[in-house]
């Protein structure tokens, strides 16, 4: 079992700027995944970045060009600047981790990003 606690998160102003962290209970380097969904009120939850052990990442469009994912060896980070209304939901840290025969998928409580107009 992974455990991934998320901080940060709060009220923000349009075009404004905030950092998401996210600890995880296994040493970073043995997540194979390391990534950020959001769900918006009433929407489904939504893939927003991830990056690989290797250090690729990849961005949901939505996102590319003013978030940023990053690693060290305690956490995963989401820097999220010119922020917009429509970025409004919480954010999820999710670790996947293979065993080299299946995936497992762990999941953080979440912490809520609001962006006012």
């Known amino acids: 079992q992974v455990q991934l606690v998320e901080s940060g998160g709060g009220l923000v102003q349009a075009g404004g700027s905030e950092r998401l962290s996210c600890a995880a209970s296994?040493?970073?380097?043995?997540?194979?995944?390391l990534g950020w969904y959001r769900q918006a009120l009433g929407k489904q939850r939504e893939f927003v970045a991830t990056?690989?052990?290797?250090?690729r990442t990849y961005y949901a469009d939505a996102v590319k060009g003013r978030f940023t994912i990053s690693r060290d060896n305690a956490k995963v980070y989401l820097q999220m600047n010119s922020l917009k209304p429509e970025d409004t939901a919480v954010y999820y840290c999710?670790?996947?981790?293979?065993?080299?025969?299946?995936?497992?998928?762990?999941w953080g409580q979440g912490t809520q990003v609001t962006v006012s107009s």
């Open positions: 999710n670790a996947r981790l293979t065993n080299g025969i299946t995936w497992s998928d762990y």
């Open positions: 296994e040493r970073i380097f043995s997540i194979n995944v």
């Open positions: 990056i690989t052990d290797g250090g």
